[in-house]
Every structure is written in C-alpha cells, then in structure tokens.
C-alpha cells in the first residue's frame, strides 16, 4: 500500500496528532500482513495476523506506518546484523555500526530516512542506536506503553524488562509521539496499562531542577568523549540554575553479575536457543552466544574455576548466568528499593549520565557486554531514560583514547579502546533519566539539554 493510499485510510482521522506523519516500526512490533522475524529464520515469512497495539494507536492517531526496520539476530545484541537482512551501518560512517537491537531505526532516522519510529528497549536498544546515529531516543518505564503485539525472543522474563518508546530527531517528536500513544484508545486496547495520559504540564515546567551526575560508573572506564559530553552538560545546566549533587549506582558489579545477566537468562538461554535453532548463526553474535551451547557440566565448572578473575572477565559473566540459577525476585525488589532510598537522600529530581559513544567498529559489540552497564541499569531499575546528542568526538578525544587503558586493564578494556577508535566526527550522546512513571519529567530534562546545546553553539 503506497503512502497516499494508507493517507486516505487515515481521511477520517484529521485531528489525530499524528495525522499525515510517516512513521516506521522495529522489526519485532506487529504489522498485520508482515513478518516480526526478530532476525531469525523461526519467524520468516510468517506475517503476523493483528497489528499491535502502538501500530493500532499510531493509525487511529493518523499516523502512517510506512516500513519496518532491522534489528540483530535474536534482538540481544547492541549490534544490528542477522543472516536474512544482513549488516545495517552507521548513517555517519558505513565503517560503523548502527548499534542495536533497534539498529534499523537508529540508521533510519539517523540518515533522514524517517521522522519518527518506534523501537524497543531491554539493555540499552533505543538508547544505543540513538547514540551512535546522533539523534534522540526515549526508553518509559515498563508498563507505561503497551507491549501487546512486539515479539520478544525470551518472552516471559520479568527480571529485567523491556519497554517500547519512540525514536526521533529531536524531543518534541518523542514528546508529541507520548502524547499520542497515552491516549483513551491505547488504554482501551490494553487495558493492563495504566490510563496515565501524557502531562503537558510537567513536560513544559521550567522549575530549576536538582540533578545527579556522574562521569563513570565505576564498572567500565567510559571513552574520553563520553565523559566530555558529561562535562559540557554540566557546565550549561549550571549556568542555567540547576543545581548539581555527585551519584554513584550502588553494588553495580552485583546488579550487573548477579541481577541482570542471571535474570534475562534464567532458562540457561534454553529459549533463545530454540529460537536460533535451524540457521546459521550472524557473524556478529558468534562470540556472544559460544558459551550458550556448552554443556551444563561444563558452564558449572568454568564458572567454578572463573570465579577469581570474576571482577575482570565478562565470560565469567556468560558462564555464571548460563548454569542456569535462579535469583529470587526480592533481591531485585531491595536493589530498586534500595537505589530509590540513596536517590532520595541525594535530594535529586533527575540523573545526568554517560551512554555509551561513539559509534564501535563493525564485529565488536559482541565481545564487550561490561559497558552496557551504562544502560541495562535502567531496565534492571525501571526507570524511564533518554539521550540526546550533544557534541561529536574530537581529534583531543582520538588523542586521549590512545592512552585509555581502562579500570581493571584487562582484554574487555582493550576492545573497547579498539571498538571506539577511529571515531573523530561521530555523534556523543548523554543520558537522562529519573524515577519510574516520570517520563513528563525526564523529557522535559531532555528538552532543557538539546535546548541549551542548541544555544551553546549559536
């Protein structure tokens, strides 16, 4: 159906906030007639039967869904190849990656392609693609947009979990798309979400904000640009009357090791397994799933023998995960509870952060999984996060990264430094966020940011 048939679809729709805007949609969210492969063979050419949810809203909203975007081999990569699709680059640089999961949204838009899409987030997979492509991405809190109809790979995981949210080239699309998708006729259609329609009034608020800050989270060294970017912010919202107070995440190797990883992977993979079952495995997620296909015995054992070097190797992360424990559900409970206490003692309305930046070379993202830390925090958390570009990686930068040699200057320390090198010219991000059911809040944080970047280069 060509774009001026699905307009006169739409004819009837005129006041609806998004009417005659062209939208696309990540792989893995329904469109009746369409396949949501999730980049595996499983799922190919087997269209969907119902649109989902946010595909319903986005059309009763006048919205025209107008294509469907690549996403990695089993969407748990922050890279974006899969075999069927192949490899989606970086707009800004083909040697790059687009990062992932939502990595054909993020080149899409990125490249001009698009004005708004919708992608999904459970480590870091709006956020990322937004980062390394330079343009804005909005992850909600999980529950606040309907997940009926957008395929998972692992469905019924509740430990960490993912959340869909609009992608766009700045923060009032992602602002306007809220405002449409919490509307009556989502909270008719899944009537599981709660009926929280989008406060202008919040998003709008121009009220000095207390902000927590930090430049590293004490897990991963970030990359001299990810830091600067940090800075920079800073110094614009101090001189902007904000106020400023350091944070720090608690127990981040626990929530990392022992919350996270051992939550999305509390099956063993079993599941995702049987998902990548019947084709060939992508390139890019070779060196990420080896340790899925071990034996049972053995995964128990390398993790035994591991456990020293525990700190400073992400296979110990793999093989601890992958033996197949469970974590009881209370411990993620005190962690949010916990996090949520020294967010209060702070005194803090919102959280001034590195993403991850810049953009890796192509066959890495796999090899480091310690840097996502940076964003799967705020899945494990819940709590709503966002980016928005803000500068783009200097010869200084490529200069000081020759030196870089990491916290624990281990081989993960090494491929990061390899993955970002080469990066002059490319986009950096930073990352906003706060507490869960406060998106208005951390968009309007957002809007202050680009607003103030904009003013800055002027």
């Known amino acids: 159906m060509s774009l001026l048939d699905q307009l006169e679809t739409v004819g009837s729709n005129k006041e609806g906030l998004l009417y005659g805007v062209p939208v696309s949609i990540k792989d893995n969210c329904g469109y ?4 949501s492969s999730c980049g595996v063979l499983l799922h190919l050419e087997q269209p969907v039967q119902e649109d989902a949810v946010l595909v319903q809203v986005l059309k009763k909203q006048g919205a025209i869904p107008f294509v469907k975007t690549n996403v990695p081999q089993g969407l748990l990569s922050y890279d974006c190849s899969n075999p069927m699709y192949g490899q989606t680059v970086n707009p800004h640089n083909l040697q790059k990656t687009s990062g992932g999961s939502s990595g054909g949204e993020g080149a899409l838009i990125g490249g001009g392609g698009s004005l708004l899409g919708i992608g999904s987030d459970i480590g870091g997979s709006i956020r990322i693609p937004a980062s390394f492509c330079g343009i804005c991405g909005f992850k909600p809190t999980a529950g ?4 009926q109809g957008v395929r998972s790979i ?10 869909p949210g609009p992608i766009a080239r700045d923060v009032d699309s992602l602002a306007l798309c809220m405002q449409a998708l919490l509307c009556d006729h989502m909270f008719s259609l899944d009537p599981t979400v709660p009926p929280l329609p989008f406060n202008m009034q919040i998003y709008q608020s121009s009220k000095p904000l207390r902000i ?20 920079e912010v800073k110094a614009l919202l101090e001189q902007a009357g904000h106020t400023f107070v350091p944070f720090q995440p608690l127990r981040i190797k626990e929530a990392l090791y022992d919350l996270i990883v ?13 998902n990548l079952a019947g084709g060939p495995t992508d390139p890019t997620i070779k060196h990420q799933i080896f340790p899925y296909n071990l034996p049972l015995w053995l995964k128990r054992i390398l993790s035994f023998l591991l456990k020293p070097w525990l700190l400073i ?10 033996r197949g424990d469970w974590i009881p559900l209370c411990s993620l409970q005190d962690y949010i509870k916990d996090t949520i206490a020294h967010w209060r003692r702070c005194n803090i309305d919102v959280l001034l952060c590195p993403v991850i930046a810049p953009a890796y070379n192509l066959l890495y993202c796999a090899k480091n ?4 830390s940076y964003t799967m925090l705020y899945n494990l958390l819940n709590f709503p996060a966002g980016v928005v570009p803000v500068t783009t990686v200097t010869k200084e930068d490529e200069e000081e990264l020759k030196h870089y040699e990491g916290i624990y200057q281990d081989v993960y320390d090494k491929l990061f430094k390899e993955a970002v090198t080469g990066g002059e010219g490319l986009p950096v991000a930073v990352q906003c966020v706060a507490l869960p059911w406060q998106e ?19």
Do not use: N
């Open 32 to 35: 009746k007639g369409h396949d």
């Open 144 to 147: 606040r947009l309907s997940l």
């Open 154 to 163: 692992c469905p019924g995981q509740k430990s960490v979990r993912g959340s």
């Open 212 to 231: 927590g800050y930090l430049e590293c989270d004490g897990f991963q060294q970030p990359s001299p640009s990810m830091v600067r970017s940090v800075r």
């Open 262 to 274: 051992k939550g999305i992977f509390a099956d063993g993979a079993t599941t995702l397994k049987q």
């Open 313 to 322: 190797t992400d296979a110990c992360i793999c093989m601890k995960a992958l």
């Open 369 to 372: 999984s310690t840097i996502l």
């Open 440 to 458: 208005e809040l951390c968009l309007r944080f957002m809007k202050e940011v680009e607003q103030l970047v904009k003013q800055s280069r002027k």
